[in-house]
């Protein structure tokens, strides 16, 4: 990995590899497999004060999961707008083994994909000056899983805030809901069984009530902040995680309603749009 020492990009010409380079002023460079740093091209030279990873969700993508625009078609619209707008922070774009299915691509139980994510960013040197992370759904119980399994590594040591947009700290019932349905089908829906993730959102997972409980120790011991970012219900279909199921539960913690549904609440219009306003804001804060 001989471009791991040049990443702060200071008297480093930082080229990107063929198809990592986005159109406009953001370039998108690979470190490692599933994981980019965007960097505008005419950054003023200044001395980054940290990092700030962006983790999607169930079957999404760094690609995907942060812009409205086709796959494809453009660079992840608002991950770039933080790399212009808080040039103190370097914003990192990881991809994790989330498929709904083995059958739809690579699928890894919650701590086996946080651990596979863990590995990727200690390849990047993560950890050597404050993290702040946004989990998207899923992306959120995996943050909250790698820093209960690095929590004795300087990436844990080292993190400052965590953002939860639409996170199911308590499970959803639309994935239990996911689960009977595939017991009850012939064939159309068998292979929602072989899904390890569904299994882990249930509602009231038992796993899930443990990772939350290791999780806020630690997070109250290391006096991490935290903002939450909640949906709006679908018309006649309800919320997919509902607002008491996406309040992480900590006194540190901001809870803001959106009117979203689940997949566009990541997904903000514009630099005038509350999440994006919000999660300025929160990096500005723990900057100060």
């Known amino acids: 990995m001989g471009t791991t020492a040049g990443f702060d990009g200071e008297g480093t010409d930082q080229r990107p590899r063929s198809g990592d380079e986005g159109p406009g002023e953001i370039r ?3 470190v490692v ?3 980019w740093f965007l960097q505008p091209r005419r950054r003023r030279r200044r001395r980054r004060i940290g990092d700030v990873v962006l983790v999607h969700g169930l079957g999404g993508s760094s690609d995907s999961t942060w812009t409205t625009s086709p796959r494809g078609s453009d660079r992840p619209a608002w991950p770039s707008w933080l790399a212009e707008d808080c040039p103190d922070w370097r914003v990192w774009l990881a991809d994790a083994p989330t498929a ?3 059958w739809f691509g690579s699928s890894l139980a919650c701590t086996d994909a946080a651990n596979n994510l863990l590995m990727r960013l200690r390849i990047a040197r993560l950890g050597q000056r404050p993290v702040a992370w946004i989990g998207h759904s899923l992306g959120g119980l995996l943050i909250k899983a790698l820093l209960l399994e690095a929590q004795t590594q300087p990436l844990s040591r080292k993190t400052r805030g965590v953002i939860f947009m639409g996170t199911p700290h308590w499970g959803s019932a639309w994935a239990t809901r996911g689960l009977w349905l595939a017991h009850c089908s012939r064939w159309w829906l068998r292979w929602l069984r072989s899904a390890p993730l569904l299994h882990e959102l249930r509602a009231e997972s038992p796993g899930l009530r443990d990772l939350h409980t290791r999780y806020r120790r630690l997070a109250a ?3 991490w902040r935290h903002r939450s970012f ?7 279909l309800g919320s997919i995680v509902p607002p008491s199921s996406a309040d992480v539960g900590l006194a ?4 803001i309603p959106v009117a979203a549904d689940h997949l566009t609440l990541c997904k903000p219009a514009s630099r005038m749009s509350i999440v994006y306003r919000g999660t300025v804001d929160f990096l500005e804060q723990l900057a100060a």
């Open 33 to 35: 497999d599933g994981l």
């Open 221 to 223: 011991a290391r006096r």
């Open 230 to 236: 909640s949906e709006q219900p679908l018309r006649w």
């Open 100 to 102: 709904l299915s083995p």
């Open 252 to 255: 540190d913690n901001d809870s």
């Open 28 to 30: 998108r460079t690979k």
